[in-house]
């Protein structure tokens, strides 16, 4: 049996939507309560509760006597979804762009190897990168490639999406990936490209990539801030097994 979701609750979704949609921008004002009460068809009370609920979970902010704004929200990173930094953004509609610091080949160390699953020695590219939305640093990312099967990786192609490169280029069907995510202390190198104070705490996301013949085709690490990301997970309990006697 299907719950029916109360009014003002399917009217909060709805104006979610339009956000997630780019109907509603960023910064921009919602429109009023009398054009939300016509256009949703229901009462005042209802399109102020609809705003409350979305006003508590800072998706929209209220300024007395000048409006409702939509909030620039964090980005919910779906762990569960392979996706690149451009895709994760694009609800919001800005331009992301790289900054590449570092690209050079090395060889592969012993927990290098490890992680990539080659023989120690064997040469790897590495990667570092600052990531911007607009002009916004949104994240630090270290990634090592084995050179072995991306043998035309450029200083070029890591100015855009990595994945555009594996998948449209390269035509590679990428699988998965293993993550790991926990909160550290930033490098001082680290919160100086994003800006922030070194004892603030940043999440630290460590990736193996998979495509889909097993094959790991890079190792990474991703520092965020915590001002621009959540991380929301979905977890479900395992039912219990029923024993029976004889």
């Known amino acids: 049996m299907t719950t029916r979701l109360p009014m003002y609750r399917q009217i909060a979704h709805a104006i979610r939507d339009k956000i997630s949609t780019g109907i509603y921008k960023v910064g921009e004002t919602l429109p009023t309560e009398a054009q939300l009460r016509e ?10 509760q609809a705003l409350k609920l979305l006003i508590e979970q800072e998706e929209l902010e209220s300024i007395q006597g000048s409006g409702t704004y939509v909030k620039e929200s964090k980005i919910n990173y779906n762990i569960y979804q392979q996706s690149s930094f451009a895709e994760k953004w694009a609800h ?15 060889a592969a160390s012993l927990t290098m190897a490890e992680h990539l699953e080659i023989h ?28 072995a099967i991306f043998p035309d990786l450029s200083y070029q192609v890591m100015q855009g999406s990595k994945y555009d490169y594996i998948e449209k280029q390269k035509k590679m069907v990428i699988d998965r990936s293993e993550q790991e ?6 490098p001082s190198d680290v919160a100086a490209l994003l800006g922030i104070n070194p004892t603030e705490p940043v999440i630290e996301k460590r990736t193996r990539g998979y495509l889909e013949n097993d094959t790991i085709f890079e190792y990474s690490r991703n520092y965020f801030t915590t001002n621009n990301y959540k991380f929301t997970l979905t977890s479900k309990r395992q039912r219990a097994k029923t024993s029976y006697s004889i």
């Open 39 to 48: 256009e949703f068809s229901v009462s005042r009370v209802t399109i102020r």
């Open 92 to 106: 919001l509609q800005g331009v992301t762009h790289s900054d590449v610091l570092a690209f050079e080949v090395q």
């Open 120 to 147: 120690e020695g064997e040469r790897v590219f590495y990667i570092k990168r600052v990531r911007f939305l607009d002009e916004t640093a949104i994240t630090v990312e270290e990634t090592w490639m084995p050179t």
């Open 181 to 186: 995510i926990m909160p550290v202390l930033p």
